[in-house]
């Protein structure tokens, strides 16, 4: 009760934690001195020879061994509070309380059900628990544990069916909460662990940098320019990226493995003992105890001891999450990767694409090429210009969807501040659309270099500024930030007020943080757009003078060219887009 009450934010973390340690332990200890009572000579009555233990014996022994468990864990967690690695209040998330809700929901059904089948078909109470658990997980072990009245039978209609219901529920939860919770935190690990691991091998006199145990990559400042420069932080954050998050899913999928293995062999060893009357081997066991997993259930063999059924139930309870985490890892691994396969082998064979089988073998070479970049020593091209050609390609492109009305009055009064504002209003108020769309993207977009520089350009940080900029650093310092915020970029300021300067292979990389891109450049974008508003309303006639990042200018810039005068054309009115038409045809002097 303290626990929940906590929980609820009705008893603080102070009062309630101690009670729940000191109450989880003292029920740990009573459990323990009850079964040792409940088998010393004390309670036995009969010869030894026929002193049996029952179910609920061994249910104390896994109730006590719960207790303990948890109350060592809360014990942790109190330290981890007062040392500042948690907060103190448990702050529960909607998925987080679902998850409790439908777990206590689930094991309720099953105990309440257990009740009327032993009441409708003369079981004891936790033969009954044994015979809901192997029903409502689809196993269907069978042996002496079947409805045999026609109660009992016409129960089961809506019982099994409300059963697997909830397990299905409680399965999504965890896939939900549980896997998305420790992929973040995975990500976040294995990423700060290669990129410093990248850093580290930078070789300055051979001007490589490591990537990969058998792959170097060209990395030297020399003769770039500040924009070609984080250009290339950018491709290695990108490599580090991809390199980081392979791991991840491959370290899931042996973790996982690994897990549901003991799972198997060791239940099956527990099993094995539990039923040496039925003589058991140890494969039969273990034949019992994957049928019983994979929910097969042939039913020919079946726990008779009271030790195994106990056992059993909270064996197949653990199983549930297990299954639920390896399924998901080799979703994102094993079994995407087949399907990927199968399709490929179909466009080649039976299904070809809608580009033909020479298309399709063109792109695969494509491809398979695709490390290219990784092993060409020295030689990683820097498209001059490529990032302020895409950054005035995206404005043109609403440029095209509209003409702007108050920034052409604006320019036609000759006030091109006004104008400028007014269509840098516009430009982020279509970008917000644009990340809105791209926020449920799946899988979540990435954005090239180009992408990221025109955002940043409309966010006021202009890649081009070196004094935003600073030095890839391996490690951050933890004498200043013990624990860096990670991903803030040109978010909040640093210790001496000012605006944090950040390299995209650094600890506040955009490209490090939790957040996908899309949230994280919508975020600033909000902020910009608060910012402007602000500004607009501000009073201060200095607020009023300050240029926005972008103006009408560079595209009447672009448009300009030697043969034609284009940028008269825009002022009277011409879409960019018919501009482009009569250039190619040549004819936009006529």
């Known amino acids: 009760m303290s626990l929940l009450l906590n929980m609820a934010r009705r008893l603080s973390f102070a009062i309630a934690q101690p009670i729940t340690i000191v109450g989880w332990f003292i029920s740990s200890v009573l459990l323990i001195v009850l079964v040792a009572l409940a088998s010393s000579s004390t309670f036995r009555t009969q010869p030894m020879q026929e002193h049996a233990l029952t179910q609920a014996y061994y249910y104390g022994i896994i109730a006590a061994g719960l207790y303990c468990i948890i109350a060592l864990l809360m014990i942790v967690t109190v330290v981890g509070a007062y040392r ?92 939900s909460l549980v896997l998305q919770r420790g992929k973040e935190k995975m990500s976040a690990r294995f990423m700060e662990t290669k990129r410093q691991s990248v850093l580290s091998s930078l070789n300055g006199e051979e001007r490589t940098i490591r990537v990969g145990l058998f792959e170097k990559i060209n990395f030297s400042e020399k003769g770039l320019s500040e924009s070609q420069r984080r250009e290339q932080e950018f491709r290695v954050m990108r490599i580090v990226q991809e390199k980081a998050e392979r791991t991840r899913k491959y370290f899931s999928l042996a973790t996982s493995s690994i897990a549901a293995f003991l799972l198997w062999f060791l239940g099956a060893l527990v099993f094995m003992h539990a039923e040496k009357p039925q003589g058991w081997s140890y494969f039969v066991s273990l034949y019992f105890a994957y049928t019983s997993l994979l929910t097969i259930g042939y039913g020919d063999y079946a726990l008779s001891s009271n030790s195994g059924k106990p056992f059993f139930v909270f064996w197949s309870l653990l199983a549930v999450p297990t299954l639920t985490i390896l399924i998901s890892n080799m979703g994102d691994t094993l079994i995407k990767a087949f399907k990927d396969f199968t399709i490929w082998v179909g466009s080649l064979t039976v299904l070809p694409s809608d580009h033909g089988v020479r298309s399709t073998l063109r792109t695969s070479i ?34 095209e969807e509209d003409e702007l009305r108050e920034a052409q ?68 310092d933890r004498s200043k930030h013990k624990y860096p915020n990670l991903g803030v970029a040109d978010g909040g300021d640093n210790e001496n007020g000012g605006p944090y300067t950040w390299s995209w292979l650094g600890v506040r990389s955009p490209l490090m943080g ?64 018919e501009v482009r038409r009569r250039q190619r045809n040549g004819d936009s002097g006529r």
């Not at 103006?551 to 810039?557: H, I, K, Q, V, Y």
């Open 514 to 577: 939790n957040k996908t891109e899309a949230q994280w450049l919508l975020e600033r974008l909000a902020a910009t757009l608060e910012r402007e508003m602000r500004r607009m309303r501000s009073t201060d006639p200095k607020e009023h003078k300050k240029p926005p990042p972008i103006s009408m200018t560079d595209l009447r810039t672009k448009y300009s060219s030697p043969r034609s005068d284009s940028q008269q054309l825009l002022e009277k009115g011409l879409s960019a887009a």
């Open 366 to 399: 494509q491809r398979m090429d695709i490390g290219k970049l990784h092993k060409e020593n020295g030689k990683e091209e820097h498209a001059t210009g490529a990032t302020e050609q895409t950054t005035l390609d995206r404005l043109t492109e609403h440029i």
């Open 84 to 175: 500042g690695h948690y907060p103190k209040e448990f702050r529960l998330t909607t998925p987080q309380r679902t998850l409790m809700l439908q777990t206590i929901s689930f094991m309720v059904y099953i105990l309440l059900g257990a009740l009327v089948y032993s009441k409708v078909e003369g079981w004891q109470y936790l033969d009954a628990v044994y015979w809901a658990d192997f029903t409502l997980f689809t196993i269907g072990i069978g042996g002496e544990y079947v409805p045999k009245t026609h109660t009992g039978r016409s129960l089961l209609f809506p019982y099994a069916i409300g059963g697997m219901v909830m397990v299905g529920l409680v399965i999504g939860s965890i896939r």
């Open 409 to 476: 009055e604006a320019g036609e009064h000759g006030d091109t501040l006004e104008r400028d504002t007014h269509f840098y209003h516009y430009v982020l108020a279509k970008e917000f659309r644009q990340l809105m769309r791209d926020i449920d993207a799946s899988p979540p977009k990435q954005y090239t270099y180009q992408e990221w520089s025109y955002y940043l350009r409309l966010f006021g940080k202009d890649e081009t500024d070196a004094s935003c900029h600073r030095k890839p650093q391996a490690k951050h």
